[in-house]
């Protein structure tokens, strides 16, 4: 829907239906991904629109039964009508690829680990000069990591984790719509607060997403791996509670075996 903000009224831009649904809007609003599913055989389809273009283009399909995973998550800015994916590709762990969406298919790997998937990515924090680039790919093992393309990014994000304590899951935004003469830089939520660093250059405490939680009481959940029978090495987490042992033990089992937790990302 397009909202007019001085008449207050609204008009359709884009209606979706079962065959092509989900659909995304890149950063200048206009449509140019989108999802589907073929009733008929059971597939779910991909689609592309082309900046400026009017139609959509097929672009991939998966049996709804698949372990796979394909997911459209940004524009190439490397290679002209080539988009950002994350998949399978016929390999057990999931990387980041440049899909070409005239021939349909993965043109190059950019980024892919043998220990874990690769989880999503990290946008360029400014989002009025750079709405559409990715500025680097997240991982999850015991905490989200990400690596970046852009050394400024990563020089950016290593120095806010520096000053903020567990600093797991950092966001940074631009400050106010990404003017240079701003007080403070906003930062998105983090493992336990959100802070906003102050005129001098400190942190200081903005709020608190749960305050009625003292984390002082809250143990803390490790990250470890163990054996199965067949020798594969499988992740976990485990919380150990405050107090004198033995604990009861409590087992939470996510969907598998393609489907894992995360401590957030």
Known sequence: MSFDLKRGSKKPLIRGKVDVAQIEFDGEGNPWVARGFDLGKGEFIWYYRPPGGSGWTEI?????????QFSIVGLDDAKAGNILVIANNGNDK?????FNTSTKQFEELIYRRSDVDVAGIRMHSNDWTDPDKVAGVAYQKDATHFEYFDEIEAATYQQ???LVPYAHGVVYYQPLAGRPDADGLQLGPTRSRNLLPDKRRRVSENWQQRPLIDGENLADVRYITYKARDG??????????????PFPTVVMPHGGPFVSESSGL
């Open 94 to 98: 999931a990387g980041l690829w440049s």
């Open 160 to 162: 806010l984790e520096g």
């Open 232 to 245: 594969v090495n499988i992740p976990a987490f485990i919380t150990v509670p405050h107090g004198e042992p």
């Open 60 to 68: 991939h399909r998966m049996d709804e039964n698949s372990f796979e």
